[in-house]
């Protein structure tokens, strides 16, 4: 039996360093948002996080790993995630999906938002985007009760099927705390494997990444930009959320996640 890699387990100390880096990741990505604009480019965009994150005295881990030359993945249309940032303009439209991280003492966050610049082209558009932030909050809902990963998984696979969208097949979420990518893996859909018990001082990263067509993808040339196999649409909305003793808060939330969490009847609990 292969043995499940070992899980970081945070101490709440830990985590209230890790929600200071969220709340930067917060604000670099509303910063980010506000500049998605028809017209701007895609380096705007990052620029405008870039100015946050070091306004902030954080630093990004984005930038610089294995090679990425930006602070943030700018992702259009059927652009799933990856995106690199650069002179491309924003059309009338267009599915910007926007992924952010920062790290603070070493203790990292990361966030990711979907919008629509200008007016959508269709209503399928909005549902996308819509459908994929409601399956992250699905999952979050899920991690507050769940046994194991398999029930957070289950839940943002449900969303994507009551809406008729599809998970972008072989990208999980992820462990989030001294490096930004570590296990356990937050699969997106149900998988054979069991997946990971959630315990008190986990931190993980849930992010959905739908498309409107198959889940197939492929990687553009330049390495990084991972685009729909069918050349149809996608959306990505992502949240770091720890767990400990008390409940779960989500790091990237400046609010830890209590108002979109109201509705279920779950109040968050800052570590
Ligand atoms: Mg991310
Ligand atoms: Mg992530």
Not at 64 to 84: Q, R, T
């Amino acid at each position: 039996m292969p043995v499940a890699p070992a899980v970081e387990y945070k101490s709440r100390p830990h985590m209230r360093v890790m929600a200071r880096a969220g709340r930067i990741v917060a604000d670099a990505l509303e910063a980010a948002a506000t500049a998605t604009v028809v017209g701007a480019t895609t380096s705007d965009v990052d620029a405008a996080a870039r100015q946050v994150i070091e306004a902030a005295g954080a630093t990004s881990n984005f930038l610089g790993y294995h090679g990425f030359p930006a602070v943030s993945c700018v992702s259009i249309n059927d652009e799933v995630v990856h995106g690199i940032p650069g002179p491309r303009e924003i059309e009338e439209g267009d599915i910007v999906s926007i992924d952010c991280g920062a790290v603070v003492d070493g203790w990292h966050a990361d966030s990711a938002v979907s919008l629509i610049a200008g007016h959508a082209r269709g209503e399928q558009d909005a549902h996308l985007v819509d459908q994929t932030k409601a399956a992250l909050w699905a999952g979050i809902v899920a991690l507050a009760s769940a046994n194991r990963l398999d029930d957070v998984a289950g839940a943002i696979e449900d969303v994507a099927d009551a809406a008729r969208l599809h998970t972008l097949d072989g990208y999980v979420g992820h462990g989030i705390g001294t490096s930004m990518h570590q296990p356990p893996d937050v699969p997106n859909y149900r998988t054979r494997a069991r997946q990971a018990k959630v315990k008190p001082g986990m931190c993980v990263a849930i992010e959905p990444m739908f498309v409107v067509g198959t889940g197939k993808s492929t990687v553009r040339d330049d390495g990084w930009t991972v685009v729909s196999a069918d050349g149809s649409r996608a959306a990505h909305w992502e949240h770091s959320i720890a767990i400990h003793t008390e409940g779960i808060w989500v790091l990237t939330a400046r609010d830890g996640g209590a108002a979109e969490l109201a509705r279920y009847g779950i109040a968050p609990v800052a570590p």
